[in-house]
């Protein structure tokens, strides 16, 4: 990826996704919608819109060359034909967090909690695509949209429960969960 | 800096700092124009705007604690009644640049380039703030924002000409610098 594309999660009455449930899981939730729709154009709905996250998908902030060339190898993208589950978790982290150090962020995300190595072990089942908020002024610092088949919902609930248990997670102040299912 | 500022730069009739000259180092320059503001309100000035760059101060990117600290205990903040003189470069890197893995841009951004360490020679007299635009949809990567003395002007063009001898500097496809000086 090298064009970051800004890409806006809005939640509504229409929408290419049905919003099954919204689970808050850390700090305030998100008001109910019936459908969640992905905009890539830059140019949202303006109308009968619930709620709308922004997030632009940008380059790797933490992984390094071993990491990409082993994920690079196991995952798939979005839009498969039989990935007709996703979940939208936006996720804000603590003023703590984001006044660490580049190594020491690392540290915690890679060497203690394996945030990457516990995704790994879900590919390519899970399919992710991770937005970065921070810089944009929104209210959460990043947006990572999952995608699977249904089946493949309890391996996902799993990886939720490792990364939720690891020292990273102790910055995050904000969590929702927003399930979905594809609407055709 | 726990929260995100994000600043805009207005080129245009008005503004704090009159524009000396605009030198195209790399690639394409920007208009002339009379005059720069720095907003930070959010909004800025619609109209007689020559040009506009927007960027939000974040974390640190690349910075381990140690250089954190020395960078802390060494430099000054913004407005000094000294610093008459200001720089603003804006950079776009190369798309082979985001592609490189986070170890790979560190190694070559302090480990081969030294960037902080030649940065650290020059402080506390050149003081600088980092605007980060990638993620915006801006035309540049980053707007650094340099304020001096008069007298610091030389020692601040040895530290831009050191820097661009960097193998990291070999990843810059645009480079513009605005050199301003204070109204009043």
Redo the contacts between chains.
């Keep these: 990826?090298?064009?970051?594309l800004?890409v806006d999660f809005v939640a509504g009455r229409q929408g290419a996704w049905s919003i099954d449930r919204i689970v808050p899981v850390t700090g305030q939730s998100l008001p109910p919608a019936a459908c969640l729709s992905i905009v890539t154009t830059?140019q949202p709905p303006v109308e009968a819109v619930a709620w709308q996250l922004k997030g632009?998908v940008?380059?790797?902030?933490?992984?390094?060359?071993s990491?990409?060339v082993e994920l690079a190898a196991r995952q798939e993208g979005l839009g498969r034909p039989a990935s007709r589950r996703a979940v939208l978790i936006p996720i804000r982290k603590s003023?703590a967090w984001?006044?660490?150090?580049?190594?020491?962020r690392?540290a915690i995300f890679e060497e203690q909690s394996r945030h990457i190595r516990i995704g790994m072990d879900y590919l390519p089942g899970i399919a992710r695509r991770l937005h970065?908020s921070?810089?944009?002024?929104e209210p959460f610092d990043f947006l990572t949209w999952f995608e699977f088949a249904p089946e493949d919902e309890a391996p996902f609930d799993a990886m939720l429960s490792r990364l939720r248990e690891t020292a990273e997670w102790s910055f995050v102040e904000r969590e929702v969960e927003i399930r979905v299912s594809r609407v055709q």
Tied chains: 1, 2.
Aim: proline share 3%.
């Design positions: 990826m090298t064009v970051p800004t830059g632009t940008s380059h790797a902030r933490y992984s390094h060359r990491e990409l003023a984001w006044a660490l150090a580049q190594d020491e690392r970065h921070r810089d944009l002024g």
